[in-house]
């Protein structure tokens, strides 16, 4: 459905600071009498914000009818077929400019499957920024039902339960690799300025889960404790997908930070279109916009250089090598720390 995002009642429902001011909000919109109209703005005020929900309810299902529709539901989304992409990436890996590169080229909708909102990145402003970016099935459902398909753009453990909804759901992944090092002072750079401007409130931790302080400490401590709060995801990441990827229907797409996003960009498109089953014209659409970027387009890049991980010395090298070292049986770790 579009929705005009200036029309004053969404702008109010954008702005609504509390549950209770937005079910008020729902309730004002439940009370309208033109039909037509009323259900426009419970529709749209509901994908606007999750809490959007009125006091009242016109019918309220029991919980077989609750589960009958869930099931509807879940069979229209599996038995449809369109594009579903989800690039999958630790942060700092270049997955923004990925996921952006590949909804453009190929008329995809870009969604968020943490949970069902309008804008991609409005879970963080319902506070859902440091959560575990799993699937959400109800954000998952409407975005396999969307007959634009969709990219989705998480950071995303792989796990017996992904598997089997991506079985389900003919879900493919596209994932990202750079080298650990570089990831961690590209993150080290990329908090310190998002966090700047709210370093001595709740705020900075409320994003971040770093401690309070951490901008003003020295460069070893800042990485010590960004590694205590960022290294485990690192860890599990290339673990849980070197442990499931083989058991996926479709093998996923990994990505080289260095040797593909930093490479000969017609060589990646030509990758990706082959993986995705396209053909000549749209290698050369997606070809074009991963070229923009470096013609200085509107895409979000890391423009960090290879190698900068080398500043990473000391205890906290040592601690990023012996994290992945415990779990050298599943895989080479040498290509991401080198």
């Known amino acids: 459905m579009q929705i005009d995002l200036k029309d004053p009642f969404i702008l109010e429902i954008d ?28 529709l749209a005020g509901s994908y606007v914000n999750p809490f959007f929900i009125p006091r009242k309810s016109a019918q309220n299902l029991n919980s077989v009818q609750a589960l009958y529709a ?3 539901v879940r069979a229209s989304a599996a038995n449809t077929t369109s594009e579903r992409i989800i690039v999958s990436a630790p942060m700092k890996t270049g997955s923004t400019f990925m996921s ?47 007959p634009t398909g969709y990219v989705a753009h998480h950071h995303m453990l792989c796990s017996p339960l992904l598997i089997r909804q991506a079985e389900l759901y003919r879900l493919k992944f596209v994932l990202l690799k750079r080298n650990i090092f570089d990831c961690f002072v590209s993150l080290d750079d990329f908090w310190l300025k998002y966090l700047r401007p709210v370093a001595d409130t709740d705020e900075a931790y409320r994003r971040s889960l770093l401690p309070p302080g951490w901008v003003g400490l020295g ?31 479709t093998p996923p797409l990994w990505i080289s930070y260095e040797k593909d996003l930093l490479g000969d960009k017609r060589l990646l498109s030509a990758k990706i279109c082959d993986w995705m089953g396209r053909g ?29 991980g080398k500043a990473i010395q000391g205890r906290n090298r040592a601690r990023i090598i012996e994290a992945f070292a415990a779990y050298r049986d599943l895989a080479d770790w040498s290509e991401i720390l080198d």
């Open 15 to 42: 702005g609504a600071k509390t549950v209770d001011a937005t079910r008020a909000l729902a309730d004002k919109a439940a009370a309208i009498e033109d039909a037509s109209l009323r259900q426009r703005l419970l």
């Open 70 to 72: 869930i099931n509807q």
């Open 100 to 146: 952006q590169a590949l909804y453009i080229a190929f008329g995809l909708r870009p969604v968020n499957l943490m949970m069902l909102t309008m804008r991609p990145f409005d879970y963080a402003l319902y506070g859902a920024a440091t959560r575990t970016q799993e699937i959400d099935e109800l954000a998952l459902l409407h975005s396999c039902l969307l």
């Open 219 to 249: 460069d070893e401590d800042r990485m010590h404790h960004l590694l205590d709060a960022s290294l485990p995801f690192y860890v599990n990441y290339h673990t849980s997908w070197a442990l499931w990827e083989s058991h996926t229907a």
């Open 280 to 308: 000549k014209a749209d290698t050369e659409k997606l070809s074009n916009e991963l070229v923009r970027e470096r013609d200085g387009g509107q895409y979000h890049f890391n423009q960090g250089v290879a190698g900068r």
